[in-house]
């Protein structure tokens, strides 16, 4: 009887140190940005509207369809035909990389990293 009164203590006290140091509804985003943040909501401005989104969508219609006009073998020597150059695809290759960067740091800025129930690695977008 004590002995289970003492388990049952315990499991308590490890529930409320746990929450106690992990609190994933919390107002904050990176330790740090409120809601009302200017910085936050900024970034949810613009992760929110729509020509936004639409950006990112054409930056994903974009890489497919230069996955798709790149050959295989474009790394390897010989006659390699392909639609744009290497040059064009290295270029475009840094513009989308720079957008989805831009993308994923605003995004985390808005809705958090790990924390919150909306966060950035928590959604299921």
């Not at 009887?1 to 992990?22: F, G, H, I, P």
């Not at 613009?46 to 219609?61: H, R």
């Not at 073998?73 to 639609?83: N, Y």
């Not at 989805?100 to 809705?111: D, I, Q, R």
């Amino acid at each position: 009887d004590d002995t289970v009164k003492k388990l049952v203590e315990s499991v308590q006290l490890q529930k409320t140190k746990q929450k106690a140091t992990l609190n994933l509804d919390s107002d904050r985003i990176l330790f740090c940005l409120y809601r009302e943040h200017p910085i936050r909501r900024a970034a949810t401005y613009c992760v929110q509207s729509a020509t936004f989104q639409a950006l990112i969508m054409a930056s994903i219609l974009t890489s497919c369809v230069l996955l798709a006009l790149t050959p295989a073998h474009r790394d390897l020597p010989g006659d390699g035909e392909s639609v744009i150059t290497l040059e064009q695809q290295r270029w475009i290759d840094l513009a989308l990389t720079i957008a989805f960067t831009v993308e994923f740091l605003l995004a985390v800025l808005s809705t958090g990293l790990l924390g919150p129930r909306d966060a950035y690695f928590r959604s299921l977008w």
